[in-house]
């Protein structure tokens, strides 16, 4: 197990484009680190720097206290899973997780032990003799995790391994590789543009946006505190909704000036009473339900005078836009009624004109 650590990493392609703009951070012996992002984001080029399968063009990257940007992906004692598998097609499940460690000369008897217990612990032990065709996505998902496993390296790597399975699959294996991470204490770095998989993963996660990132903190508090909009509106299903304050001048902590004001759709309540005590009041026209079980999310649009009075005493108008309102149970108002969403001031988040927080609510 070993510790990683980046240091304002840089990666700029012939012809100037840079991928990677100055990427600092840690991860800790035996953390769990989700990378996450939009695609294109450079969240897997960033991967394949520490695997060492892309070249650094400028800072350091370290493993269990060694700068390893010179040395080759085999001597970095790391080892990758990979999106589409890369199983041998002509070779067994057995073959295919013993063959890295053939490759490096281990001796047989310990070659099968290593085997056998990473088949034991992945439920994979009536599979050994079978050929990759003959198994399902979640199977092979699992022999490419098996043959990571039998290496024991310091560090997992793991690019985007999930997004070939259907949405059950993806679940259920999401849950399984947890599970792993926990009983072999290994650090591991994991891709992924799926918010959710990421916020049920990581002991650390790193939102990634234009290759750079945005914020790093554990996943709660990146979605209770996001730093930019950008992190609103991409962690959270679904996202934040984001006001723009126009005509309302807010004064924040008496200094810094808020442009605009998110409030997460399960802190919105739908009001009865537009005199209800709170910090907001939306006008809203219903424009569409979606039922999911055991929650309703109503879409609505704001086009009339929103009630900012509370904060800061200059109500103002604001434009049309789509409000998201997440309501328990199945029970909504109709498609075109007229409601008022409220929230209290603490769940209110204010952020400047550059899109930076600057505030939650009191």
């Known amino acids: 197990m070993a510790d990683v650590v980046l240091r304002n990493v840089r990666k700029t392609y012939p012809g100037g484009f840079e991928a990677i703009k100055g990427v600092d951070f840690a991860v800790g012996d035996g953390q769990f680190c989700v990378l996450v992002g939009p695609s294109g984001c450079g969240k897997s080029t960033l991967l394949r720097m520490v695997a060492g399968l892309e070249t650094i063009t400028a800072g350091e990257i370290e493993i269990g206290g060694r700068v390893v ?74 022999v490419a995790m098996g043959r990571a496993i039998v290496r024991q390296p310091k560090v997992f790597l793991f690019d985007e391994p999930l997004s070939n399975l259907d949405a059950k699959l993806r679940v259920a294996m ?76 807010a004064q924040v902590g008496g200094a810094a000036e808020a442009s605009i004001l998110g409030v997460r759709p399960e802190d919105l309540v739908i009001s009865a009473d537009p005199a209800r005590p709170g910090g907001l009041a939306l006008d809203l026209t219903v424009e569409a339900i979606e039922r999911v079980g055991p929650e309703t999310f109503v879409y609505g649009s704001r086009e009339r005078r929103n009630d900012l009075a509370a904060i800061s005493n200059k109500p103002g108008e ?34 400047g004109a550059d899109g930076r927080r600057i505030a939650a609510g009191p």
């Open 69 to 142: 940007n010179n040395v080759e992906p085999a001597d970095r004692d790391i080892a990758m899973v990979f999106q589409n598998y890369a199983l041998y097609p002509h070779m067994s499940v057995y073959n295919n997780m013993a063959y890295g460690l053939r490759n490096r000369g281990m001796p047989k008897p310990q070659i099968d032990e290593r085997v056998q217990e990473a088949a034991r612990i992945l439920e994979l032990g009536s599979m050994l003799q079978r050929k990759p065709r003959q198994l399902s996505g979640g199977q092979r998902q699992r």
């Open 174 to 249: 999401r849950v399984e590789i947890r599970k792993l991470q926990r009983r072999l204490a290994t650090t591991a770095i994991y891709v992924t543009h799926d918010q959710l998989e990421a916020m049920t993963l990581a002991d650390i996660l790193v939102v990634m946006n234009a290759g750079a990132v945005e914020q790093i903190g554990s996943p709660l508090d990146v979605y209770a505190k996001p730093a930019t909009t950008f992190v609103a509106s991409f962690i959270g299903a679904p996202p934040m909704n984001l006001i723009p304050i126009e005509g309302v001048r």
């Open 318 to 351: 604001l434009p049309p836009d789509e409000v998201i309102v997440r309501i328990p149970g199945q029970d909504a108002p109709p498609i075109g009624a007229q409601i008022v969403a409220t929230a209290l001031p603490q769940q209110l988040h204010w952020f």
